[in-house]
Structures are given as C-alpha cells and as structure tokens.
C-alpha cells in the first residue's frame, strides 16, 4: 500500500472576503475529488481572504498509479488561472517505511 499527499500553498487572485475566497476554493477541492477521487480539504490560512493552503491525500496499491495521481492532481491545480502557486510540498508513503 502507497500513500501519497500533497500540501498546496496558494495565493488567491482578485479576492476581497473570505466569501469570495469560498467560491475560488471550493470548485478547486471539488474538481479534484471528482476527477481523481481523492481526499482534499483546506488546511489552514482560513482567516487570510488571498492565501490558501490545501491538502490532499490518496491511497493505491501502485507507487506508479499513485505517483501518476498525485501529478495530474499538481499539474490541475497550476494551471487554474484565479490561483498562483506558491509552493507544493509532496510526501510519498510505502509499505517499507516505519
């Protein structure tokens, strides 16, 4: 079992509340659990309207498939255009490490 996470950092563009942040990053967390079924949530800058992060966290028994996902996921999230990436920290998971 592989599991593989994936933490974005975001900075939002012309956003001026915290309801207009909502409508940025939900279709974002949505698409991608729909497309890839994953596990996504927003994990933190809850209180700051231009800046985001989420995770993202998924489960394969391939290290390939998995590997594979967690790009198509990066690569998603980049080329939205409301959003500019900051930073995106990945970690890798597998059944040898303690």
Same mark, same amino acid.
């Given at each position: 079992?592989?599991?593989?996470?994936?933490?974005?950092?975001?900075?939002?563009?012309?956003?001026?509340?915290?309801?207009?942040?909502?409508?940025?990053?939900?279709?974002?967390?949505?698409?991608?659990?729909?497309?890839? &079924? #994953? !596990?996504?949530?927003?994990?933190?800058?809850? %209180?700051?309207?231009? =800046?985001?992060?989420?995770?993202? /966290? &998924? #489960? !394969?028994?391939?290290?390939?498939?998995?590997? %594979?996902?967690?790009? =198509?996921?990066?690569?998603?999230? /980049? &080329?939205?255009?409301?959003?500019?990436?900051?930073?995106?920290?990945?970690?890798?998971?597998?059944?040898?490490?303690?």
């Amino acid at each position: 079992m592989y599991v593989g996470t994936l933490s974005f950092d975001l900075l939002l563009g012309d956003v001026r509340s915290l309801k207009e942040k909502r409508s940025v990053v939900r279709p974002i967390v949505a698409e991608l659990q729909r497309k890839y &079924a #994953v !596990s996504v949530a927003e994990t933190g800058q809850q %209180d700051l309207y231009r =800046r985001v992060h989420i995770g993202l /966290a &998924a #489960v !394969s028994g391939d290290a390939g498939h998995l590997s %594979d996902v967690l790009d =198509r996921c990066e690569r998603l999230v /980049a &080329a939205r255009p409301e959003v500019e990436l900051l930073s995106v920290r990945r970690r890798f998971h597998g059944d040898d490490d303690e």
